[in-house]
């Protein structure tokens, strides 16, 4: 049974237009984390949430925002996606100081 | 920067060998590492965890070796099979995050 749940596994957007990707878990897990992954490379952190404590990496950019309304459930929103913004995002879930479940992640096209 | 990088991007191993992916990592305060596995199109797939209180941790035909003193991990996989292709990563967390190396390719000669 999946425990970190992305929806929608494949989305296009149109280039500009504001794009919401979703995540849950099961795992009732404190930590939350959104990553981008683009081919042939390391997932990249853009941001995590302690609880509601959300920390953004120094250089994630501005366009890129997210919400954690509760425990369960986190959103990465891109506001003007750009075609450099292609990539895989993942979802990634811990306990404080623990390993993180990621889920399938969804990969986002831009046309 | 990254803290956290690996020597090799792509290893061959001959079906049956044993596998050693090596990582070094940068950040001395890290106190967890964790290696992961990557198959095309998915996830990332927790395989095991060390705290930096041990040198030593194995699982399932997994083992990973931590050197502190020389910021040193490393994930041995024993009679390597075909599904163990794939990419992995080691990751360590750090400040309540969990940062990335570049990764290993290891792909399995019959």
Redesign the interface.
């Known amino acids: 049974d999946a425990m970190v749940i992305q929806n929608p596994r494949y989305q296009v957007t149109q280039f500009g237009k504001p794009v919401t990707l979703s995540c849950s878990q099961t795992l009732n897990h404190n930590v939350m984390y959104w990553y981008q992954q683009k081919s042939s490379q390391a997932p990249k952190l853009l941001f995590h949430y302690y609880d509601k404590d959300f920390n953004n990496e120094a250089d994630t950019p501005d366009n890129f925002q997210s919400r954690r309304p509760n425990t369960s459930f986190c959103f990465l929103d891109i506001r003007s996606p750009g075609l450099g913004d292609a990539a895989m995002y993942l979802c990634a879930t811990s306990r404080e100081n623990g390993g993180a479940f990621f889920g399938q992640g969804t990969r986002l096209t831009v046309v | 920067g ?1 803290s956290v990088g690996l020597h090799l991007p792509t290893l061959s191993v001959q079906e049956g060998d044993n596998s050693i992916i090596n990582c070094a990592y940068s950040n001395s305060a890290s ?2 590492f ?1 290696w ?1 596995k990557q198959e095309s ?6 395989i095991i ?1 060390i705290r930096s209180n041990m040198d030593k941790r194995q699982g399932q035909r997994v083992t990973v070796l931590l050197n502190k003193t020389v910021k040193h991990l490393s994930l041995q996989i024993a009679a390597t099979q075909p599904g163990d292709s794939a990419v992995y ?1 080691c ?1 360590e ?1 750090g400040d ?8 290993t390719r290891l792909h399995i000669l019959p």
């Not at chain 2, 199109?41 to 927790?46: A, L, V, Y």
């Not at chain 2, 309540?96 to 990764?103: E, P, R, Y």
Request: charged share 30%; net charge negative; no cysteine.
């Open positions: 990254e106190d967890y964790i992961y199109g998915k996830g990332p797939q927790f965890d990563f990751a967390n309540d995050k969990i940062i990335f190396g570049k990764g």
